[in-house]
């Protein structure tokens, strides 16, 4: 009898328990489905339509896709992604992994050089695209520096030069990344058992071979989340293109996020503009889907 | 297998700090167990990376059959190591972690399998050779661990506790294999540890040490019965020794110390006779297990009567608490003595096993390394 | 009682980081300058 009654008692404040959380969450799930999804579906949409400056809702079926494909500088673009994201995320890789071995060989002054290697990181990209232009201006930067020393015959104009211009974004972006790659390696090497590497010295084997045979493969995890983390970063790398090239010389330098930004918004094809935009989507979910795919089945047979 | 010897080993860490390790001095013949104890700090776990060359050594020599490894790297030392957590190398499977030194040393593959496969029969892991370490059990990959270093068939073996990570039961079941393994193999040992009955089980040496030093270097038995200073005393023997501060007197030209439980004195006989130590303070040792219940009629040892303050059945033994001199003191009893807290007991020791120790410097009084009158005089449970 | 090539790679892992240091702070050397040179002798100022 008197359990009923408290049962009685208790509901209304206990349905309130129990609807609180999904009722603090509700705006920002609003916010999520609206901004995020919702935008999304809309671009979407827009990619079949045939909208130049403003939206319109006239469909067209896939020809804004078939003119992407006919245009010269989405491919260019694209190539340039490959490229640019390819050297970026393996270049970064091997130098943060480097450099987190070397510093954790118990070297003095660990956190100064640390702070040195991690500061590139606090920058905007637009301040590292820009003091980069600055160095590799042909006759100006490098160059000039280099040739007042005395090599007169160096030149180091690849920033003007249509076909090493994606290689000054690379050498940019990784002096940005490597450091984060870096922290990250440097904490997964701090957390590795040192009996691991002391059993490897009594079993004979030299310091490189522990690191590349036993030390390195132990810190997969570590590898993907940094794959992840570059990966994404090459892909919205905008703000860097802008400062540094503006996607030039011409459109040597272009890529993917730039190429949809001009097109939507300076040159009125938002119908591309958008189609670009889910092609690169599309470019992400397809890297995306099967590494989550693979680390949730993974997690459930464990 | 091969001997080893440590001659004047000195380790320090920089100017300043106190030595880690100061002068060792041991010596084992081939095939032999050696045992290093000592309470954390005590530089056994120091001492072990010597002589496997993972730290370096400031001062002495350590030789293996005679020649002087101290130089070398840990590779070219022929030794290998068991660890207490295993240190197994977590992205390779049993028998990859087995055969890694094996490969290491550009051993030929087939000879590799055959190692691999010998270890694993031995150990009983043939089952286990294609998993990882992470799907192990910790008394599986403690054996893997010991596989790993019986594949490499080393001059010397070195294990820096490695049952400490086990539960009691498979600690147990851990030692005894460790110690049959030895018999069979009879390796050259060299064993890390804290519990002092592993210490007392395994080994055929056993070193103490404290604060860098080695306290007593014998046999267990040496330990156990003759220990050197009031260190190794309590340091051995579960329940730890006795220690009873007193004056000694000296009566009839005897040595006598004086026991007052409160209820009645005795004076025990000690064979010590040398000028100079009564009115000296020294603390009286003697074990639980020397203490007992005196027989009815009496048998002229020296006996007292006192009141029960504890009783703690332990199952096989019945641990009574009595205060002499002020000191509490246990005492290992028969489980079925009917003795409750309030009780007055008579007790007897035997003058025979009592140890004394210098209260000052903890050093033993009397010359060490001469044996109990006789392993029967000891009258444990003759008050049944 | 450290072993010569135990030294040696020690020289080559600061070297290394060292000169690695020296790479990265060049363009925060570049910024610093051309932030106190005037608006006539600084990098032109392009698109």
Same mark, same amino acid.
């Given at each position: 009898?008197?359990?009923?009654?408290?049962?009685?008692?208790?509901?209304?404040?206990?349905?309130?328990?129990?609807?609180?959380?999904?009722?603090?969450?509700?705006?920002?799930?609003?916010?999520?489905?609206?901004?995020?999804?919702?935008?999304?579906?809309?671009?979407?949409?827009?990619?079949?339509?045939?909208?130049?400056?403003?939206?319109?809702?006239?469909?067209?079926?896939?020809?804004?896709?078939?003119?992407?494909?006919?245009?010269?500088?989405?491919?260019?673009?694209?190539?340039?992604?490959?490229?640019?994201?390819?050297?970026?995320?393996?270049?970064?890789?091997?130098?943060?992994?480097?450099?987190?071995?070397?510093?954790?060989?118990?070297?003095?002054?660990?956190?100064?050089?640390?702070?040195?290697?991690?500061?590139?990181?606090?920058?905007?990209?637009?301040?590292?695209?820009?003091?980069?232009?600055?160095?590799?201006?042909?006759?100006?930067?490098?160059?000039?520096?280099?040739?007042?020393?005395?090599?007169?015959?160096?030149?180091?104009?690849?920033?003007?030069?249509?076909?090493?211009?994606?290689?000054?974004?690379?050498?940019?972006?990784?002096?940005?990344?490597?450091?984060?790659?870096?922290?990250?390696?440097?904490?997964?090497?701090?957390?590795?058992?040192?009996?691991?590497?002391?059993?490897?010295?009594?079993?004979?084997?030299?310091?490189?071979?522990?690191?590349?045979?036993?030390?390195?493969?132990?810190?997969?995890?570590?590898?993907?989340?940094?794959?992840?983390?570059?990966?994404?970063?090459?892909?919205?790398?905008?703000?860097?293109?802008?400062?540094?090239?503006?996607?030039?010389?011409?459109?040597?330098?272009?890529?993917?996020?730039?190429?949809?930004?001009?097109?939507?918004?300076?040159?009125?094809?938002?119908?591309?503009?958008?189609?670009?935009?889910?092609?690169?989507?599309?470019?992400?979910?397809?890297?995306?889907?099967?590494?989550?795919?693979?680390?949730?089945?993974?997690?459930?047979?464990? | 297998?091969?001997?080893?010897?440590?001659?004047?080993?000195?380790?320090?860490?920089?100017?300043?700090?106190?030595?880690?390790?100061?002068?060792?001095?041991?010596?084992?013949?081939?095939?032999?167990?050696?045992?290093?104890?000592?309470?954390?700090?005590?530089?056994?776990?120091?001492?072990?990376?010597?002589?496997?060359?993972?730290?370096?050594?400031?001062?002495?020599?350590?030789?293996?059959?005679?020649?002087?490894?101290?130089?070398?790297?840990?590779?070219?030392?022929?030794?290998?190591?068991?660890?207490?957590?295993?240190?197994?190398?977590?992205?390779?499977?049993?028998?990859?972690?087995?055969?890694?030194?094996?490969?290491?040393?550009?051993?030929?593959?087939?000879?590799?399998?055959?190692?691999?496969? #010998?270890?694993?029969? @031995? %150990?009983?892991?043939?089952?286990?050779?294609?998993?990882? $370490?992470?799907? =192990? &059990?910790?008394?599986?990959?403690?054996?893997?661990?010991?596989?790993?270093?019986?594949?490499?068939?080393?001059?010397?073996?070195?294990?820096?506790?490695?049952?400490?990570?086990?539960?009691?039961?498979?600690?147990?079941?851990?030692?005894?294999?460790?110690?049959?393994?030895?018999?069979?193999?009879?390796?050259?040992?060299?064993?890390?540890?804290?519990?002092?009955?592993?210490?007392?089980?395994?080994?055929?040496?056993?070193?103490?040490?404290?604060?860098?030093?080695?306290?007593?270097?014998?046999?267990?038995?040496?330990?156990?019965?003759?220990?050197?200073?009031?260190?190794?005393?309590?340091?051995?023997?579960?329940?730890?020794?006795?220690?009873?501060?007193?004056?000694?007197?000296?009566?009839?030209? #005897?040595?006598?110390? @004086? %026991?007052?439980?409160?209820?009645?004195?005795?004076?025990? $006989?000690?064979? =010590? &006779?040398?000028?100079?130590?009564?009115?000296?303070?020294?603390?009286?040792?003697?074990?639980?297990?020397?203490?007992?219940?005196?027989?009815?009629?009496?048998?002229?040892?020296?006996?007292?009567?006192?009141?029960?303050?504890?009783?703690?059945?332990?199952?096989?033994?019945?641990?009574?608490?009595?205060?002499?001199?002020?000191?509490?003191?246990?005492?290992?009893?028969?489980?079925?003595?009917?003795?409750?807290?309030?009780?007055?007991?008579?007790?007897?020791?035997?003058?025979?096993?009592?140890?004394?120790?210098?209260?000052?410097?903890?050093?033993?009084?009397?010359?060490?390394?001469?044996?109990?009158?006789?392993?029967?005089?000891?009258?444990?449970?003759?008050?049944? | 009682?450290?072993?010569?090539?135990?030294?040696?790679?020690?020289?080559?892992?600061?070297?290394?980081?060292?000169?690695?240091?020296?790479?990265?702070?060049?363009?925060?050397?570049?910024?610093?300058?051309?932030?106190?040179?005037?608006?006539?002798?600084?990098?032109?100022?392009?698109?």
């Amino acid at each position: 009898m008197t359990t009923a009654i408290a049962q009685r008692r208790a509901s209304p404040l206990d349905a309130l328990q129990r609807w609180l959380p999904k009722l603090v969450l509700a705006p920002s799930m609003l916010i999520v489905l609206v901004g995020f999804y919702g935008y999304i579906l809309w671009t979407f949409i827009l990619s079949f339509t045939n909208s130049s400056f403003m939206p319109s809702y006239k469909w067209v079926g896939l020809a804004q896709y078939a003119r992407l494909m006919d245009n010269d500088r989405w491919w260019v673009a694209s190539k340039n992604l490959l490229v640019f994201g390819g050297l970026f995320i393996a270049i970064s890789l091997a130098v943060g992994v480097l450099l987190a071995v070397l510093l954790d060989q118990r070297i003095r002054r660990e956190g100064f050089i640390r702070t040195v290697y991690l500061y590139p990181m606090a920058l905007s990209m637009i301040v590292t695209g820009t003091a980069w232009k600055w160095l590799l201006n042909p006759g100006l930067g490098l160059d000039k520096l280099l040739r007042d020393w005395g090599w007169e015959g160096f030149r180091f104009d690849w920033l003007v030069d249509p076909d090493r211009v994606v290689y000054c974004l690379v050498i940019a972006a990784v002096w940005q990344a490597s450091g984060f790659v870096m922290a990250l390696f440097l904490a997964g090497l701090r957390g590795v058992d040192s009996s691991i590497v002391r059993a490897a010295q009594v079993d004979g084997a030299s310091l490189p071979v522990i690191y590349l045979r036993i030390v390195l493969p132990s810190l997969r995890p570590v590898f993907f989340s940094a794959l992840m983390i570059l990966a994404h970063i090459a892909i919205k790398s905008f703000d860097l293109v802008a400062a540094m090239t503006a996607g030039g010389p011409g459109y040597a330098s272009d890529l993917p996020a730039m190429f949809m930004y001009s097109f939507t918004f300076s040159r009125g094809q938002m119908g591309m503009g958008s189609a670009s935009a889910i092609l690169m989507l599309g470019a992400i979910l397809a890297i995306l889907v099967p590494y989550l795919y693979s680390e949730l089945r993974g997690k459930r047979h464990d | 297998m091969a001997t080893l010897e440590l001659r004047n080993v000195n380790k320090s860490y920089g100017s300043g700090l106190p030595d880690t390790l100061k002068n060792i001095e041991l010596k084992i013949d081939s095939g032999e167990f050696l045992i290093l104890v000592g309470p954390s700090g005590c530089g056994k776990s120091t001492l072990m990376n010597c002589i496997a060359g993972l730290e370096q050594i400031s001062g002495g020599a350590i030789l293996v059959d005679e020649a002087d490894i101290s130089g070398m790297s840990p590779k070219d030392r022929d030794i290998a190591m068991v660890f207490q957590s295993y240190a197994l190398y977590p992205t390779m499977n049993v028998r990859d972690n087995i055969a890694f030194g094996l490969k290491i040393r550009k051993m030929p593959a087939a000879a590799i399998d055959e190692e691999v496969a #010998r270890v694993a029969r @031995l %150990l009983q892991i043939e089952h286990l050779l294609a998993r990882k $370490p992470g799907q =192990l &059990s910790g008394g599986q990959q403690q054996r893997v661990a010991m596989g790993r270093a019986l594949a490499r068939r080393p001059k010397i073996y070195l294990f820096d506790e490695p049952l400490s990570n086990l539960d009691a039961k498979l600690r147990v079941e851990m030692r005894t294999e460790i110690k049959l393994m030895h018999q069979r193999l009879k390796t050259t040992t060299v064993y890390v540890t804290h519990d002092q009955i592993e210490a007392m089980t395994l080994g055929d040496k056993v070193a103490v040490m404290k604060d860098g030093l080695i306290q007593q270097f014998g046999t267990p038995q040496q330990i156990y019965n003759d220990p050197a200073n009031l260190f190794v005393a309590s340091f051995i023997g579960s329940p730890p020794m006795n220690f009873i501060p007193l004056r000694l007197q000296r009566r009839e030209g #005897r040595l006598q110390a @004086l %026991l007052d439980s409160g209820q009645a004195r005795c004076e025990l $006989p000690l064979g =010590l &006779s040398e000028a100079g130590l009564e009115d000296r303070d020294v603390i009286l040792g003697i074990r639980p297990e020397q203490i007992s219940l005196a027989p009815g009629e009496g048998n002229g040892m020296p006996s007292i009567r006192a009141e029960v303050q504890i009783t703690e059945p332990t199952g096989p033994d019945l641990l009574v608490f009595v205060t002499l001199n002020q000191t509490k003191v246990c005492c290992r009893l028969a489980p079925d003595v009917p003795a409750r807290v309030g009780d007055s007991l008579t007790l007897q020791f035997d003058p025979a096993r009592v140890l004394l120790f210098d209260a000052a410097s903890g050093e033993r009084l009397g010359a060490i390394g001469n044996p109990p009158a006789s392993k029967g005089n000891v009258a444990q449970f003759k008050g049944r | 009682m450290t072993s010569p090539s135990l030294r040696l790679s020690r020289i080559a892992i600061y070297t290394t980081l060292l000169a690695a240091c020296a790479l990265y702070l060049v363009p925060l050397l570049v910024m610093l300058l051309t932030s106190f040179k005037t608006p006539r002798t600084s990098a032109p100022a392009t698109c």
